[in-house]
């Protein structure tokens, strides 16, 4: 398995073949943005290894006592964090739960604590809306999410298959 600096210089070094990639087939540079920076943040701090104390896992700094549970339920490098689609998804809803628990536990601080009313009806109507009006963003978001997390998973199966060839060459 490559070490947390070569999946580094792995992402950075397709960040730029990546980016030139989407801004010649979408032609647009606000998905191009998107994209990259999805891909970078997968790289970097979104990516499979999240279910180890690995480099991803430390960049989460305070706030990485989130992943606790899910390095606890997750064997690593298995199918659930490392699978195609599903580990990149997984994460996305795990991240989701944690943020809805954080918008839920400010709105109630912002109506009890500081009088503030916060309509939630209106809130996730708002954000249906923003979802629609934004889907072609959201859909480059997700895909660089998956092309980073993928990045990562085909590197180490890479090194793998490598180590495994050479214990079978050595005599």
């Not at 943040?41 to 690995?54: A, E, K, R, T, V």
């Not at 997750?74 to 997984?90: A, E, Q």
Request: with cysteine; charged share 15%.
């Amino acid at each position: 398995m490559p070490s947390g600096r070569t999946h580094d210089q792995i992402t950075l070094g397709m960040l730029p073949g990546v980016a030139i990639v989407t801004l010649v087939l979408s032609r647009s540079a606000s998905l191009t943005l998107c994209l990259s920076g999805a891909f970078l943040f997968s790289g970097l701090m979104f990516g499979p290894d999240l279910d180890i104390y690995s480099v991803q896992y430390k960049r989460w700094g305070w706030l990485r006592v989130i992943w606790l549970p899910y390095r606890k339920a997750l064997h690593h490098r298995s199918w659930l964090s490392h699978g195609p689609v599903v580990g990149t998804i997984l994460r996305l809803v795990y991240l989701g739960v944690w943020l809805g628990l954080g918008a839920t536990l400010a709105g109630l601080l912002l109506t009890q604590i500081g009088g503030i009313p916060v309509d939630s009806r209106q809130l996730l109507q708002q954000a249906e809306q923003y979802s629609q009006q934004y889907l072609p963003e959201g859909l480059a978001i997700l895909l660089g999410l998956e092309i980073g997390a993928m990045s990562h998973s085909f590197s180490d199966g890479l090194s793998s298959l490598y180590k495994r060839t050479l214990k079978r060459l050595k005599p």
